[in-house]
């Protein structure tokens, strides 16, 4: 028995095809008009080219596409249930003058390389709703892909057949990167003919590894891992954390029984629709059996808080096509660990009464950020070990604070202070982002109208983000009047400062304008009253009492010491210090 043959019967590498005239390509791809590609056009153009969507070759026309939509099928009515476009706007028609038969470079945005020229033979607009009812089954937009649709998606797409030119380039994991022709070549060189292919988006543990092994074993079949690296739900583990999740989980099945080969998939989350979809995508990689799980690749909860499908609702449909499909569906159940036993078994097939243990995703989540063990039976500690250095504990993470207040409220005392209790404890480097040193290393130019200080203050957000991210403990004292200014480099800090949500801590430095002005040594205070410097804070210009502080403190009812301890509890208390 020989390899499964492609979805259709014929791969189209795009690439071979079209090798021999690939100079001209490229000679004349540098003359037409061009349009760069969204991160999702750029996945789906690689598997078009390289053959993982075979029989396509190129982004559907209206017919193919309507189809689609409405059939699960192209207009020639092979089987294909995800709509494969590529979307562009009004203004870019006019612009590259698009037309049926007018020929434009497909570019990749991130480094201008030509990867393909596109000949239009359709220019349509979509009916997003009717898109999203049939295809993701409601128009809601708690649906990821129906979001990305309506707020992403440009309102025509262009259809037409591709030449090939150059593949997209990758620099991360490239030796675990395979097209359908490279991964096909490489079992037939091992003499695989019997390869149980699965997919998944996420950290694989003890459970995964178990299912996919009993699937070998029912299926006398080698086990293809074949993660999607390309874009999956928002929120998931970064790929590249996975990968190294996957590089730990393979060394731990039996020699030569297993494979690791990254898939650049845009998922859609699109259940039972996408599970029909990665079947034909793994046909043409040559799996001849292919694991759906429970909710494959479910999307969770719509806007009433129900599932968007039934937990076997993808098995069903991948069922309904099994004769057309040609590549044999491995349907399972989730597992559980029964730790009497020390096993783990399909749920349907563990007698009731039975004590079992299961680990959730949220409870997995909580261990990592507090640094609770994580058990033996549940993971390998080579997998731990990646997760734990990606999703460091409380105890290692970095964090921000911003000390708030006029100007002489002492926030440079607490902050320095505080750095020097930091750097008694071993382990995380200190910045110091003082408001004055901002000014002058960062903000020189700014001065201090409204929309400068908000610019100032978003400065130090995304310094203070890009610190704490690498681990840092970073203690920043501009003014920072404004509360919508503080409220947006709040924002920016907890998105962009640490891999599971930066932290972040405001503090108000709430001493009292009279004894700020009292206690200025410097006679700012007295050259702002003499009208020397206009729009200074609390005098002409406003400052904006914080409500969201985390803490206040007050140097005219306390100590530096206090108000640098009490900062220190609350960072304890975060589970930080
Ligand atoms: N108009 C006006 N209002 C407030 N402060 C003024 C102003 N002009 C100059 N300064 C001096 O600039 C320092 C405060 O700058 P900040 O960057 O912290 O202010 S802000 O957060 O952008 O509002 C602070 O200096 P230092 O006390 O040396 O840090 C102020 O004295």
């Known amino acids: 028995m020989s390899l499964n043959p492609?979805?259709?019967?014929?791969?189209?590498?795009?690439?071979?095809?079209?090798?021999?005239?690939?100079a001209q390509l490229l000679a004349e791809s540098e003359q037409i008009p061009d349009i760069r590609l969204t991160e999702r056009q750029l996945c789906d153009l690689e598997l078009i080219m390289n053959g993982g969507f075979s029989p396509l070759e190129g982004f559907m026309g209206k017919e193919d596409y309507e189809s689609c939509v409405e059939t699960l099928r192209l207009a020639d009515g092979s089987l294909f249930p995800m709509p494969i476009t590529l979307d562009v706007s009004q203004a870019q028609i006019e612009a590259l003058k698009l037309a049926q038969g007018v020929r434009v470079t497909l570019r990749d945005a991130r480094d201008e390389s030509p990867l393909a020229i596109l000949t239009v033979s359709s220019i349509y607009q979509p009916n997003k709703s009717n898109e999203a009812e049939k295809v993701f089954g409601a128009d809601d937009k708690a649906h990821p892909a129906v979001t990305y649709l309506h707020s992403s998606v440009k309102d025509f797409y262009v259809g037409g057949t591709v030449q090939a030119v150059n593949a997209p380039e990758h620099y991360d994991y490239v030796e675990l990167r395979y097209t359908p022709r490279e991964l096909r070549a490489y079992f037939e060189k091992l003499s695989w003919n019997r390869v149980v292919a699965f997919q998944t988006r996420n950290p694989m543990h003890r459970a995964h590894r178990e299912l996919t092994v009993r699937a070998a074993r029912q299926q006398r079949a080698n086990v293809l891992v074949h993660p999607v690296v390309g874009l999956t739900k928002p929120g998931d583990v970064d790929h590249f954390t996975r990968v190294r999740v996957y590089e730990a989980i393979i060394r731990t099945y039996p020699k030569g029984m297993a494979a690791l080969a990254l898939l650049p998939l845009a998922m859609?989350?699109?259940?039972?629709?996408?599970?029909?979809?990665?079947?034909?995508?793994?046909?043409?990689?040559?799996?001849?059996?292919?694991?759906?799980?429970?909710?494959?690749?479910?999307?969770?909860?719509?806007?009433?808080?129900?599932?968007?499908?039934?937990?076997?609702?993808?098995?069903?449909?991948?069922?309904?096509?099994?004769?057309?499909?040609?590549?044999?569906?491995?349907?399972?159940?989730?597992?559980?660990?029964?730790?009497?036993?020390?096993?783990?078994?399909?749920v349907d097939e563990i007698p009731k009464g039975t004590v079992t243990a299961d680990i959730s995703g949220t409870e997995l989540r909580r261990r990592l950020k507090t640094g609770a063990p994580i058990p033996d039976w549940f993971s390998y500690e080579q997998v731990v070990k990646v997760l734990r250095e990606s999703y460091p504990p409380k105890a290692s993470q970095g964090f921000t604070i911003l000390l708030s207040g006029y100007v002489n409220s002492g926030a440079n005392a607490i902050a320095k202070a505080l750095e020097s209790q930091f750097q008694q404890q071993a382990g995380r480097s200190t910045s110091l982002l003082l408001g004055d040193t901002i000014r002058s290393e960062l903000s020189a130019e700014l001065g201090f109208a409204p929309e400068e200080r908000h610019r100032n203050l978003q400065r130090v957000a995304f310094v203070a983000a890009e610190l704490s991210?690498?681990?840092?403990?970073?203690?920043?004292?501009?003014?920072?009047?404004?509360?919508?200014?503080?409220?947006?480099?709040?924002?920016h800090i907890i998105q962009n400062g640490g891999a599971g949500g930066g932290n972040f801590f405001l503090v108000h430095v709430a001493?009292?304008?009279?004894?700020?002005?009292?206690?200025?040594?410097?006679?700012?205070?007295?050259?702002?009253?003499?009208?020397?410097?206009?729009?200074?804070?609390?005098?002409?210009?406003?400052?904006?009492?914080?409500?969201?502080?985390?803490?206040?403190?007050?140097?005219?009812?306390?100590?530096?010491r206090s108000a640098a301890h009490m900062i220190i509890l609350l960072l304890e208390s975060a589970g930080l210090l």
């Open 268 to 346: 859609r989350m699109g259940g039972p629709r996408e599970a029909v979809w990665h079947a034909i995508i793994r046909k043409n990689f040559g799996a001849t059996h292919f694991i759906v799980g429970r909710d494959h690749a479910g999307p969770g909860k719509n806007s009433q808080g129900k599932d968007f499908y039934g937990p076997y609702d993808a098995q069903e449909l991948v069922t309904q096509f099994k004769d057309e499909l040609a590549i044999e569906m491995v349907p399972f159940q989730a597992m559980s660990y029964i730790p009497e036993q020390d096993i783990y078994q399909p």
């Open 6 to 22: 492609p979805h259709g019967g014929v791969l189209k590498d795009l690439h071979a095809r079209d090798a021999p005239i690939r």
């Open 511 to 560: 001493t009292p304008l009279e004894y700020c002005e009292k206690t200025d040594r410097r006679g700012v205070y007295a050259r702002a009253r003499a009208g020397e410097i206009k729009g200074f804070t609390g005098i002409d210009d406003k400052y904006e009492v914080p409500e969201d502080a985390d803490l206040v403190v007050d140097l005219s009812k306390q100590t530096v």
């Open 469 to 491: 991210r690498a681990g840092a403990a970073v203690i920043a004292t501009p003014i920072a009047p404004y509360d919508a200014s503080r409220k947006s480099a709040k924002a």
